[in-house]
């Protein structure tokens, strides 16, 4: 039966390439068409209105150019605090990464057990929603919470796609 015992540190990099990589939907060639069609269309859409209404003098310049200014202040804003809050929620994980210091994980068919200076937990392969891939590293999604395994971490003679093939086929088992 095969079990692997692994022990690692994790980067800040890496936990954070880690903790963005669920939002990056893998997207297909063919829903990526539908997607810039749809927000081509869209465009048109609202292009032909607001040419319809300037020629019918419902809106006029000063009321347009008072939207697009509220709307360009407003993405402003939010894109102002998006970066504040994503980097205070970065300070967060790395300050509690840090006081976890080095992983000890084991995989096995059954289940999970994770184990730092700090914490130990043991899951069901049930906990887990997705094992995908990031440069250097596999991660385990379980809910709201991610879980990176540095390929430099493998035995010798373990590949980054054997061993996620096994995790993958572990959790798929559970089901």
């Known amino acids: 039966m095969t079990r692997y015992a692994l022990t690692y540190e994790l980067s800040p990099d890496m936990l954070t390439r880690a903790m963005m ?73 790395h300050a509690a990464q840090a006081r976890h210091g080095s992983v000890d994980t084991v995989f096995c068919p059954d289940w999970v057990e994770i184990s730092s200076a700090i914490s130990t937990t043991r899951m069901q392969w049930q906990c887990f929603d997705h094992i995908g891939r990031i440069e250097n590293a596999t991660v385990l999604r379980a809910g709201g919470i ?10 010798d003679g373990v590949s980054a796609q054997k061993f996620q093939i096994d995790l993958i086929s572990w959790m798929e088992a559970s089901q």
Do not use: H
Request: with cysteine; glycine share 8%; hydrophobic share 55%.
């Open 21 to 93: 990589s669920w939002s990056k939907p893998l997207r297909t060639r063919a829903q990526k068409w539908r997607r810039f069609g749809m927000g081509f269309a869209l465009y048109i859409v609202l292009v032909t209105l607001v040419w319809t209404l300037l020629q019918f003098e419902i809106l006029n310049d000063d009321i347009l150019l008072g939207f697009a200014i509220g709307c360009l202040g407003g993405l402003a804003i939010w894109a102002v605090v998006y970066r504040y809050s994503t980097g205070k929620l970065k300070a967060v994980v």
């Open 146 to 155: 991610v879980y990176a395994v540095p390929d430099a971490a493998l035995p």
